[in-house]
């Protein structure tokens, strides 16, 4: 049972209880916390990405910044105009605003979490990817989710290129 930060001031999130769901054939996302339980503070979750995993698509975060923490595996991540690889233990800090993307390395898995400060009410966002993973939800019904879940879908030439080599 987590422990309440109300009265606490402490969130435990367990890996046997926590919330997971199916984004794709290929990602799975461990909701650790969300904005309610951090007192806003902070979102995280994990992901899980397999290989050939498209991971997340280009993207941008208007109140958020968001840090990429590889828990192991190989992960490709887009900044802006530019595409680094990052390893096992290598962290990238992005700051809002900044175009971003990311999946795991072609022929690698990885395994990564994601923190977001402040914290956004986003565990409905990724409950939304995987209804429309089900074919349960629609395109639609994700972007006009954009300012609520502050996440605003992007193009990117240079991911693009980069996924498709």
């Known amino acids: 049972m987590p422990e309440n930060l109300?009265?606490?001031?402490?969130?435990?999130?367990?890996?046997?209880?926590?919330e997971h769901v199916q984004d794709g054939p290929t990602?799975?996302?461990?909701?650790?916390a969300d904005a309610d339980h951090?007192?806003?503070?902070?979102?995280?979750?994990?992901?899980?990405?397999d290989t050939g995993s498209p991971g997340a698509p280009a993207h941008s975060h208007t109140r958020t910044t968001e840090a990429i923490l590889v828990?192991?595996?190989?992960l490709d991540v887009l900044t802006g105009d530019r595409v680094a690889t990052l390893t096992t233990g290598d962290l990238?800090?992005?700051?809002?605003?900044?175009?971003?993307?990311f999946a795991p390395?072609?022929?690698?898995?990885?395994?990564?979490l994601a923190i977001y400060t402040p914290g956004q009410q986003r565990f409905e966002y990724y409950r939304l990817l995987e209804r429309l993973y089900r074919?349960?939800?629609?395109?639609?019904?994700?972007?006009?989710?954009?300012?609520?879940?502050?996440?605003?879908y992007a193009t990117?030439?240079?991911?693009?290129?980069?996924?498709?080599?």
Not at 6 to 18: K, Q, S
Not at 71 to 74: E, I, K, M, R, W
């Open 38 to 49: 951090t007192g806003g503070a902070l979102t995280i979750n994990r992901a899980v990405l």
């Open 71 to 74: 828990l192991n595996g190989s």
């Open 135 to 152: 074919g349960e939800a629609t395109l639609d019904n994700l972007t006009a989710g954009a300012d609520r879940y502050d996440n605003r």
């Open 27 to 32: 990602s799975e996302l461990h909701l650790l």
């Open 92 to 101: 990238v800090v992005i700051q809002p605003g900044v175009v971003h993307a």
């Open 105 to 112: 390395t072609a022929g690698s898995a990885a395994d990564m």
């Open 156 to 165: 990117s030439e240079v991911w693009q290129e980069h996924r498709n080599g």
């Open 6 to 18: 109300a009265t606490t001031g402490v969130w435990i999130a367990r890996a046997a209880t926590a």
